[in-house]
Each structure stands twice: as structure tokens, then as C-alpha cells.
């Protein structure tokens, strides 16, 4: 893998797309509520779950810890597995209000490695929930690496398809970080939105659709120089 080609990568992505302006969230809390909501569902349905918990005025931290597990599991019920999300929303929760007084700038504040630990010993934040809230609520420089990101990688040969979370989140960081200060931390939130609208319009998991996807001539080539995905 040649970081030029990532970074040609995000100029064809951003010419096809615009700038996406990612994540949808009114506030930090929001977001790291929504990036728990999240895992395994569409956002359409996270958006339904996060408008219920508005219409119940308990989209704040006393207030959702407040309510049962049963209560928020019926509110947050649009975004699937919901019983399984609310009990991953509590223990965050509890860290949220119990050490930090809910205040989440207060959880995001620090070093990156520093508040990453933190949310990864929360039980229910594996690494990518954990890179949404850093990148996105945070501020943080903390790639984030997700099911598209890694089939869009394996399929142009940038990564092997065993590549771990680690692997691929330090390919990202080390390969993409040639802009200056906030540039940087806009560019890898705008490039994980990218990867994330290819995967979902382009880089589906059967028949791709390569010959309309704007990274089909980063693929690689076949012997008779026709670009190939290397699947
Ligand atoms: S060109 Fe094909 S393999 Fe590459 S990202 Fe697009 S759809 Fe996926």
C-alpha cells in the first residue's frame, strides 16, 4: 500500500461527494449516544431511537440513567438490539455521571491514549465506538476503522483481509496525517464519512459496483491492465 494512493483515495471520494459534514449529533452527548446506537443498525433507525429519547425530554445523562433498564430499552427500541444497547448504555452512563459528573467534556478531556482507555474499560465501548466518540464528540485524532473501511481496504489489496482493528487504524493514521492541525482532524473525520458513503453505495459485500464507484481506478490491475479487485 502507497499512502499516495489513500490519499488520492479521498480527493475522488470528496470530488464525487462534497464534503459530508459528518457526524449528525446536536451535541457531544448526543453523538457518543448515537456512536453506542449505532453498531449493527442503519443511522436512519438510530435517528428514530434519539428523537424518541428528545420527545421524552431524558436526552441528558441523570435523566437516562434515571430511567430503567426496560424504559430505555422501549425508547431506544427503532435501533434494533435494543435490550443489548440498553444495557451498553448504562454502564457509560455511570461512568459519565458518577466520575465525571456528566459532564462529557469532561470524559473526552485529556490525551487521546488517556481517554481512549477510559471508554475502552467501559463495558459495552469496543475500539470503533470508542474512535466515533474521540473523532467526532472529542476532537480527538482517532481514526476510525469500521466494516466498510476494512472490505473497501482488502478489496484494492491496501490491507490483508486479516488485518486487525490496530493494524488498519495505525495504516490510516500513519499514511493520512500530511495536514496541518484542525485541517487534520476535519480530513479524518470527512475521510471515515467518505469510506462510509462508498461502502454503502458502491462496496456492497456481493456485486460491487466498481465500474460506477469513484475509487474503480485506485483498483488493482488484472494481467491485461483492466482493474481488478483483489477478492
Ligand atoms: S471500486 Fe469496487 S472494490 Fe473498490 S471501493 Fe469501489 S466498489 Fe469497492
Same mark, same amino acid.
Given at each position: 500500500m502507497n499512502a499516495a494512493d489513500l490519499r488520492r483515495a479521498y480527493t475522488l471520494m470528496r470530488r464525487r461527494h462534497g464534503h459530508l459534514g459528518w457526524w449528525p449529533g446536536d451535541t457531544p452527548f448526543e453523538i457518543c449516544i448515537g456512536a453506542i446506537l449505532t453498531q449493527n443498525t442503519a443511522w436512519t433507525n438510530v435517528e428514530r431511537a434519539i428523537a424518541n429519547l428528545k420527545q421524552a425530554n431524558v436526552l441528558e445523562p441523570r435523566s437516562l440513567l434515571e430511567l430503567s433498564e426496560s424504559e430505555l430499552a422501549q425508547l431506544i427500541r427503532? $435501533? %434494533?438490539y435494543f435490550n443489548v444497547k440498553a444495557r451498553r448504555l448504562i454502564p457509560f452512563l455511570k461512568v459519565l455521571v458518577r466520575e465525571f459528573d456528566s459532564e462529557i467534556e469532561q470524559l473526552l478531556c485529556g490525551s487521546t491514549r488517556t481517554v481512549r482507555h477510559t471508554l475502552l474499560d467501559i463495558h459495552g465501548i469496543g475500539p470503533e465506538t470508542a474512535d466515533c466518540m474521540l473523532l467526532? $464528540? %472529542? %476532537?480527538?485524532l482517532s481514526f476510525v476503522i469500521d466494516t466498510y473501511t476494512r472490505r473497501i481496504f482488502s478489496r484494492h489489496g491496501w490491507c490483508p483481509p486479516d488485518a486487525s482493528y490496530d493494524e488498519l487504524k495505525a495504516l490510516c493514521e500513519s499514511s493520512l496525517s500530511h495536514k496541518p492541525g484542525r485541517q487534520l482532524l476535519d480530513y479524518w473525520q470527512d475521510y471515515h464519512a467518505q469510506l462510509v458513503q462508498v461502502g454503502k453505495d458502491y462496496c456492497r459485500p456481493k456485486n460491487p459496483r466498481c465500474t460506477e464507484c469513484p475509487l474503480q481506478c485506485l483498483l488493482p490491475k488484472d494481467a491485461s491492465g483492466h482493474p481488478h479487485p483483489s477478492w
Open positions: 427503532p $435501533a %434494533g467526532y $464528540a %472529542g %476532537g480527538h
